[in-house]
């Protein structure tokens, strides 16, 4: 009896198996404290840490379904080139308040998306070809994307000091 508890805690495929085929009885006074079989479904993984170790049991567990990607256009790559077809402003979300620039960019696998521009200052035009990477930016709604600071036509950030890596500057000579 242990041996067969601790198989269905382990490996409950084997459990769902058995329990679609009739119920196998091997002790009858488990007749008199057997609940009635309804069919039953697998608990899902989301809910499975809060279930009862007999409802673990009885209904088994089910896989987690795959992850929402934070940046569909891109799936799998690290970056993608792309042409801009337009260059505007936008406001951003509830608290906040400024101008947001953004580019509505068409990609090189021919999806139109929109990104956000970085940094204070930019020389994005329309037709300018721009490589696009993934990051939201939180405050502007549908705005899943970055541009890359200087790569392709888009310059880097001039008079940066600090995270010039992020914004395509190199390191300002020093006077010795």
Not at 37 to 47: E, F, Q, V
Not at 91 to 102: A, D, Q, T, V
Request: net charge positive; hydrophobic share 30%; aromatic share 4%.
């Amino acid at each position: 009896m242990p041996l067969t508890f601790l198989r269905r805690l382990v490996r409950p495929s084997v459990f769902l198996q058995l329990s679609t085929t009739a119920p196998r009885i091997s002790q009858p006074w488990a007749l008199r404290n057997a609940a009635p079989s309804l069919p039953t479904r697998p608990i899902p993984a989301s809910r499975a840490h809060k279930c009862t170790l007999i409802q673990v049991l009885r209904q088994g567990r089910i896989s987690q379904g795959a992850r929402k990607l934070r940046s569909p256009q891109l799936k799998n790559r690290p970056e993608l080139k792309g042409v801009c077809l337009k260059v505007g402003t936008t406001k951003p979300k509830k608290p906040n308040s400024g101008e947001r620039k953004i580019a509505r960019v068409r990609l090189s696998t021919g999806k139109v998306i929109t990104a956000y521009i970085p940094g204070e200052g930019h020389n994005v035009q329309q037709h300018s070809v721009v490589m696009v990477r993934g990051g939201r930016a939180q405050d502007c709604p549908g705005v899943k994307y970055h541009l890359v600071r200087g790569a392709l036509d888009l310059g880097g950030v001039g008079n940066r000091i600090t995270s010039r890596s992020k914004y395509g500057t190199k390191k300002p000579k020093t006077a010795a």
